[in-house]
C-alpha cells in the first residue's frame, strides 16, 4: 500500500461518510473529523520538523511512522484520558508541508485526541498548539458563512481562596453559545452590554460552507482544533488550510511588529527596531492585583510563563519570566491599567498570541491598545 495524499484524502473522506478508510489509524465510529493547528518553532525546512516531529514522538511514547510523502507521518500513541481507566488509543495524519506551522488530522475522539496532542506538546519545547484570539476567530469565520459563536470566560483561576459571592463583577464565569439565524445580532447585542462586554471570550465559531457533496458544518476553537459535520473532505481541507495561512500570517505579524531588534541605519546608525506591545486592560473590580501578577506567571496552564516579580511601588510590576514553550526570556510591566510585553528579535509570536488568547479567556476581555499599528492587527479598536 503506498501511503501519500493521496491516501489520506480517501481515509479521511470514507471516515466522514461511515466507512473504516485505511486502517492505518485508530478510528473512533461516531468522532467528528478533527484537525488541529500546532507550531514548530525553531522548523523551517522538512528535515527540520521531521528532527523536531521525531524528537517529541520519541519522548511521548508515540509510534511514528514516514510515508511516500517527506512531509506527511502518521503518528499513533496510547493515552490515559481518566485515571485507573485503561489507555485509549489515538492517532494523526500529520501534515508537515508547512515546515512550522503543522496541520494533524484525526478519527478518534475528542478526549484521547486532546490528550495525545497535550501529550505531544509537553514532550517537546519546540512545539506549541495554535493560540487564537477572538480577532483571529472572528477573522477566519468572516471568509466562510457565519453560522454561530460560543463564549467560554472564566475568571476564577485567578481568585483561588476567594469567595464568589464577594466579587462585585456579574460575569466572573460565562458561557453562552448560539448557532443559527440571528447570531451575529446577538453576539453584537452581548458586545456592547456593559454587563457583558468583559466576558466577550470567544471559544469556538460556527460557520459553514457549500460543495458538490453538501452542506458543510464547521466548528473552530481558540486553541486551534478544527470540527467537521457532514460529508465534504474538500470543504473540510480548505477550511483546514485557510484556518493555518490565517494563522501563520498572524504569528509572523506580530513578530515583525513586536520584535524588538537592533538595526543598522544609514543616516542614524544603529536603530532600534519593532516595537513593545502595550494593552490597556482594566484590572477586575475587587481583585487583589499583587495575587494577580503573581498566578500569571506562576507557569501555571495556560499561560506558561514562569518568573520573578520585582514591585516598584503597589500598582507597578516589572516581570521577567521564561516562556515555557521556547525558554526564551519575556519582559512585562504591568499595572492595574496597562501591559507591555517585551518580545525580543527571534522570540515567538505564538508567545504573544498565547498571552492574549489567554488573557481574554480569564482575566478581561474587554482590553484596548494605545496606537493604530496594534489594533490594526489584533482587530480592535484602540482606545
Known amino acids: 500500500m503506498v501511503a501519500d495524499r493521496e491516501l489520506m484524502e480517501r481515509d479521511l473522506a470514507e471516515h466522514l461518510v461511515g466507512g473504516e478508510g485505511a486502517g492505518l489509524l485508530p478510528r473512533s465510529g461516531h468522532a467528528q473529523l478533527k484537525t488541529y493547528v500546532v507550531e514548530a518553532h525553531r522548523a523551517r525546512e522538512l528535515d527540520q520538523a521531521r528532527d523536531a516531529l521525531e524528537g517529541a514522538a520519541a519522548r511521548a511514547g508515540a509510534e511514528l511512522r514516514s510515508t511516500d510523502d517527506p512531509s506527511l507521518h502518521l503518528l499513533n500513541v496510547s493515552v490515559v484520558v481518566e485515571s485507573e481507566a485503561a489507555p485509549e488509543p489515538a492517532g494523526f495524519w500529520l501534515d508537515t508541508a508547512n515546515p512550522r506551522f503543522w496541520l494533524l488530522h484525526s478519527k478518534t475522539t475528542a478526549k484521547p485526541a486532546q490528550q495525545a496532542l497535550r501529550l505531544l506538546i509537553g514532550s517537546s519545547p519546540d512545539l506549541d498548539q495554535g493560540w487564537l484570539p477572538r480577532s483571529q476567530l472572528r477573522s477566519v469565520q468572516s471568509a466562510f458563512r ?27 464565569k460565562l458561557n453562552v453559545e448560539h448557532a443559527g439565524v440571528g447570531a451575529e445580532d446577538m453576539y453584537e447585542l452581548l458586545e456592547t452590554s456593559e454587563v457583558t462586554k468583559r466576558a466577550m471570550a470567544v471559544s469556538e465559531v460556527a460557520f459553514w460552507d457549500r460543495s458538490a457533496a453538501g452542506t458543510q458544518l464547521l466548528r473552530l476553537t481558540r486553541n486551534g482544533r478544527l470540527r467537521s459535520f457532514g460529508s465534504s473532505l474538500e470543504s473540510h481541507l480548505q477550511a483546514a488550510r485557510s484556518v493555518l495561512r490565517s494563522y501563520e500570517a498572524f504569528v509572523l505579524s506580530l513578530e515583525r511588529t513586536f520584535g524588538l531588534r537592533i538595526a543598522d541605519d544609514a543616516d542614524n546608525g544603529m536603530v532600534i527596531e519593532g516595537r513593545p506591545m502595550a494593552l490597556r486592560v482594566a484590572k477586575p473590580e475587587g481583585f487583589d492585583f499583587k495575587q494577580l501578577v503573581e498566578r500569571l506567571v506562576s507557569g501555571v496552564e495556560p499561560f506558561r510563563l514562569l518568573g520573578t516579580v520585582s514591585w516598584l511601588d503597589e500598582d507597578l510590576a516589572w516581570v521577567d519570566a521564561i516562556d515555557l514553550h521556547t525558554s526564551a526570556p519575556v519582559r512585562l510591566d504591568m499595572t492595574p491599567d496597562w501591559v507591555r510585553v517585551y518580545l525580543g528579535q527571534g522570540l515567538c509570536g505564538n508567545t504573544i498570541a498565547r498571552f492574549l488568547t489567554n488573557l481574554q479567556r480569564s482575566y478581561n476581555a474587554d482590553f484596548g491598545f494605545f496606537d493604530s499599528v496594534t489594533s490594526t492587527l489584533l482587530g480592535e479598536a484602540p482606545r
Open 146 to 172: 457565519p453560522f454561530g459563536f460560543r463564549l467560554g470566560f472564566d475568571e476564577r483561576p485567578f481568585y483561588r481562596g476567594r469567595d464568589v459571592f464577594e466579587l462585585a463583577e456579574p460575569t466572573h
